[in-house]
């Protein structure tokens, strides 16, 4: 989607250096809670961005991340736009990650990406971590891009030459860019075996007028311990709030299951600063950013604290996002993150401008909900699954789409949707269903993360609501494949039935147990489209 109004002034989110809404600003809600980690677009696809950032530009949000999809390691930005933070609108790659005019084949694969706006030039700015030295950067006409790099990079402190640049934050503050950065030092005689592998500090500059470069002058961030947390910093965000200056970060963790939560706070970037602790694990998440949000009524910010989720290992993919406000004290301090499972958030915030972002998901004729808890499960080594429903409907049925991630699969992904006249049909011997549709897919045809795979229906496409629906799914292999579950509740008209692999006859003492049985209280995520 590209920029079709000219900016005028900066709106009221200016630490995020958005450019100015030009319409009334619309108050609107939104409620974060720390079970539904799991984001997706409006066509049903994962939310394939880590490291990632949301900013407000021109009236409307932008969510930009590495993505992990293509490859199961950093591979390129993506970017996703959405006017009410829930529905979330795919804009694509902000560059061809493939191409041979951008750094992000080196040491860091773009990593932690951050965009400024600049309003004298009328042009988005893209900072990444790319390897040594410095950090890339490359400029667009629009938020969505194409961006094209600099062959000049952005310089660090001459101070930290031979260290690593790495995760890092860059933002405007009352017209003045900042960056935040960590320098890795694999050389201090320090580093353990076990732990700490490494030593980083964070320091703070300011920007260059036209936001393509740091000054070059920089100051820690750290407190007066000086001490293995303060030299263990990373995946930083600054913003100000009242008379100070904050700097939001985790510890040395890499995409982990949980880190430190760390804020410090000083009322210059040259110190001294306040160290706060505000969660040993962050809610299982290591934070990527610090969100504002503006009460169009009240004029009141509120600064919502944006962590990745990941399960630790390899499989970053796998990885969600968690917001939660941070509410602070008289004195500047901030309360403790609150990790409660059942604890929720609404805040109220600018609606961004335009219509909400609708796709195959959202305007699909059945679907499980797409505010549901998901998880991911990998099993159809040892699991057929039958995922049935009511149709909600009556008409034409098009396609059913099932949410799916790849390992290193030599065996394809069978599906195939189907009719029944009732659930029981799948306990009873010599069954044969109406087919409706069949497909299949090898790994080369599915991604890392939880894209989509759709059957398309050919035959007997006719439905009448509330007959019953389903979709067989088989993939054994040695690496399975993956897909989502939620929890269900009685009547909801999802339900989900398995059978071992290579299990095809009776079971029990009495011979009349079937192989086929529930998967109590569970279901796949999936959509089915009508003509």
Not at 151 to 174: Q, Y
Not at 187 to 215: E, R, Y
Not at 259 to 274: D, E, F, K, V
Not at 333 to 355: I, R
Request: charged letters at 15%; proline letters at 5%.
């Amino acid at each position: 989607m590209k920029l079709t109004s000219v900016v005028r002034a900066l709106t009221a989110l200016a630490s995020l250096c958005s450019a100015a809404a030009t319409t009334k600003a619309v108050s609107a809600s939104v409620t974060f809670d720390n079970n539904r980690r799991f984001l997706f677009d409006t066509d049903g696809r994962q939310i394939d961005a880590y490291g990632s950032k949301v900013n407000n530009f021109n009236g409307k949000y932008y969510l930009y991340g590495n993505s992990f999809s293509e490859t199961g390691v950093a591979f390129g930005i993506k970017s996703y736009s959405s006017v009410d933070l829930v529905n979330w609108q795919y804009e694509g790659f902000l560059f061809d990650p493939a191409g041979n005019n951008n750094p992000c084949a080196a040491s860091g694969g773009c990593g932690r990406p951050h965009i400024l706006y600049n309003s004298i030039t009328k042009t988005y700015v893209l900072w990444a971590n790319a390897g040594a030295p410095g950090y890339a950067v490359a400029t667009s006409n629009s938020p969505t891009g194409p961006f094209v790099f600099s062959a000049a990079r952005a310089l660090i402190d001459p101070a930290f030459d031979d260290l690593n640049p790495a995760d890092f934050t860059v933002e405007i503050i009352d017209g003045t860019g900042y960056i935040v950065f960590s320098a890795l030092n694999f050389k201090d005689p320090n580093a353990g075996n076990v732990w700490p592998p490494i030593f980083q500090n964070m320091h703070v500059s300011k920007l260059t007028a036209d936001f393509m470069n740091t000054t070059r002058v920089s100051y820690p961030v750290r407190s007066s311990a000086n001490d293995l947390i303060d030299n263990e910093a990373e995946s930083p965000d600054i913003f100000k709030q009242g008379n100070n200056f904050y700097v939001a970060a985790s510890n040395t963790c890499g995409y982990c299951n949980g880190s430190i939560a760390l804020l410090y706070r000083s009322t210059s970037i040259q110190g001294p600063w306040t160290r706060q602790i505000l969660e040993g694990y962050s809610c299982n998440g290591q934070v990527e950013g610090v969100l504002p949000l503006t009460n169009p009524t009240t004029g009141a910010v509120t600064n919502v604290w944006h962590s990745t989720t990941v399960p630790g290992g390899p499989r970053t993919g796998f990885g969600g996002h968690i917001f939660q406000p941070l509410t602070f004290n008289p004195d500047g301090s901030a309360k403790n993150l609150d990790c409660a499972s059942t604890a929720s958030f609404p805040v109220s915030f600018t609606k961004g401008n335009g219509t909400t972002a609708a796709g195959n998901a959202t305007k699909a004729g059945d679907a499980t909900p797409a505010l549901a808890v998901y998880s991911p499960v990998c099993d159809s080594d040892s699991f057929i699954l039958y995922q049935t429903w009511t149709a909600a409907k009556s008409g034409t049925l098009k396609s059913v789409s099932l949410n799916v991630a790849r390992g290193s699969q030599t065996v394809p992904l069978s599906l195939t949707v189907f009719k029944l006249s009732s659930v029981n049909d799948l306990f009873t011997p010599e069954y044969k269903w109406t087919a409706l549709g069949t497909a299949s897919f090898n790994a080369n045809q599915t991604t890392y993360t939880f894209d989509t795979v759709t059957v398309p229906v050919t035959a007997n496409a006719t439905v009448t609501k509330g007959e019953v629906l389903g979709l067989f799914i088989q993939g054994a292999d040695y690496s399975p494949w993956c897909h989502m579950e939620f929890d269900t509740t009685s009547g909801c008209g999802f339900r989900l039935f398995q059978q071992g692999q290579g299990q095809y006859s009776w079971r029990g003492l009495q011979g009349k147990s079937p192989p086929v049985y529930e998967r109590q209280g569970k279901s796949v995520k999936f959509f089915a489209a009508y003509a």
